[in-house]
């Protein structure tokens, strides 16, 4: 059985001198310094630490950390497993041979579940999972993965935003690429290359090929098509989709409909149809 994202235990370590290792542990252990100094030693390296940084102890990996004898640090942290883990590490700059990332630009402290979760609800630790979701989507966001991002890659940002928002009736090509973060015209050329088409043209054509399937797999109206794949109009998706296809939504719906024969879906049909 897989077990996506799990939390452990989290909590809050007041200024003190505690120390842990040297040893291994089997979970991921995310530390956010509060306040006060430490180190880290691991295999990679020693690693002095201070206010506003982060570090992570990797499952199976020998660690050893203390504070620092003159400003003790303050710390909050949060202990998980799970399938999914090392997946949204793995869009951090979090990598096991260097375990820091810098003063954060915010103070993350809010963000992580200081409560205990072992042994709570579980109302309680869907809640926790859900926090540190969030509280990674932080690290994703001020600490992304130092490896250059590709030029396809912003294609497939582009592709993957269409395909989740092609239903939207308000959707542009601007939307699109605020959506990418890239300069525009720099996000043409590199969607024309990549694609052999304009975004606007991919975007007309996932909304074609989708209403397609609706009236292949559904019941439904052509207006009720044309509205699920973002046409609020159904006179000009009529026009769009002939263009495309060679045939009026209708002729389409004759020749590839679900329910051909299907007199109910045929008067529901006509009636907005017509």
């Known amino acids: ?24 542990r089997d979970i991921y252990a995310l530390h956010y310094i509060a306040g006060g100094k430490g180190v880290l030693e691991t295999r990679h390296g020693v690693f002095p630490l201070k206010a506003g940084e982060s570090f992570i102890l ?12 003159q400003d003790p640090w303050v710390y909050v942290w949060i202990e998980f497993t799970g399938d999914e883990a090392r997946h949204l590490l793995d869009k951090t700059g979090f990598v096991p041979d260097k375990p820091v990332v810098p ?47 590709r030029t396809t890659d912003y294609v497939e940002l582009a592709k993957a935003y269409i395909e989740t928002n092609y239903w939207k009736t308000t959707l542009t090509v601007s939307d699109i ?27 007309t054509a996932f909304r074609v090929r989708r209403a397609c399937e609706l009236m292949k797999t559904s019941d439904l109206s052509i207006k009720s098509i044309a509205f699920s794949v973002g046409y609020g109009d159904q006179l000009y998706f009529s026009k769009v989709f002939k263009k495309a296809t060679s045939l009026t939504p209708t002729e389409y719906l004759t020749l590839h409909g679900a329910y051909p024969a299907n007199e109910t879906a045929y008067t529901f049909r006509k009636l907005y149809n017509t």
């Open 1 to 24: 059985m897989s077990h996506p994202l799990i939390c452990t235990c989290s909590g809050y370590k007041p200024l003190n001198l505690h120390k842990w290792g040297p040893g291994v």
């Open 103 to 149: 003063v954060s630009p915010v103070n993350l402290m809010p963000h992580f579940p200081i409560e205990e979760i072992a042994g709570g609800a579980p109302f309680e630790k869907i809640r926790a999972e859900a926090r540190l979701r969030l509280l990674l989507s932080y690290y994703m966001e001020y600490f992304p993965a130092e490896y250059s991002i």
């Open 177 to 203: 690429v605020n959506a990418v973060r890239l300069e525009r015209s720099y996000l043409f050329r590199l969607f024309k290359n990549a694609t052999g088409m304009p975004i606007s043209s991919y975007l």
């Open 58 to 69: 990797y499952p199976h990996t020998e660690v050893y950390y203390y504070p620092d004898p």
